[in-house]
Nanobody
Framework: QVQPVESGGGLVQAEESLSLSCKASGRLFSTYAFGWFRQAPGKEREFVAAIASLFRNTDYDESVKGRFTISRDNDKDTVYLQMNSLKTEGTGMYYC????????????????WGQGTEVTVSS
């Protein structure tokens, strides 16, 4: 079991960068895959990026490919989301979630969720 805690959100202007962190306390961090999800005001939570456990393969939503990078540091029990060239549609609450081993793309595939960190991108 792990408990993700997100940090790093804030207010930025369009085309700027922001880096989010997700520290997940608990046992066997390295055996979990992690996903980042975004929830804009009034909308459903949607997949942004994910990284698997063993081989660390990654995947991204098409809307962020080439701009966002997900990575993990198993020694620090932390997952990162580097967001470059942010767009106003990137505004929302960003959640980190964990599930065993492999990447998932849907919220129901993840067992553990953080409380979120808010990102606001102004034009």
């Amino acid at each position: 079991q792990v408990q993700p805690v997100e940090s790093g959100g804030g207010l930025v202007q369009a085309e700027e960068s922001l880096s989010l962190s997700c520290k997940a306390s608990g046992r066997l961090f390295s055996t979990y895959a992690f996903g980042w999800f975004r929830q804009a005001p009034g909308k459903e939570r949607e997949f942004v990026a994910a990284i698997a456990s063993l081989f660390r393969n990654t995947d991204y939503d098409e809307s962020v490919k080439g701009r966002f990078t997900i990575s993990r540091d198993n020694d620090k029990d932390t997952v990162y989301l580097q967001m470059n060239s942010l767009k106003t549609e990137g505004t929302g609450m960003y959640y980190c979630a964990a599930r065993p081993r492999e990447i998932g793309y849907r919220t129901w595939e993840y067992n553990y969720w953080g409380q979120g960190t808010e990102v606001t991108v102004s034009s």
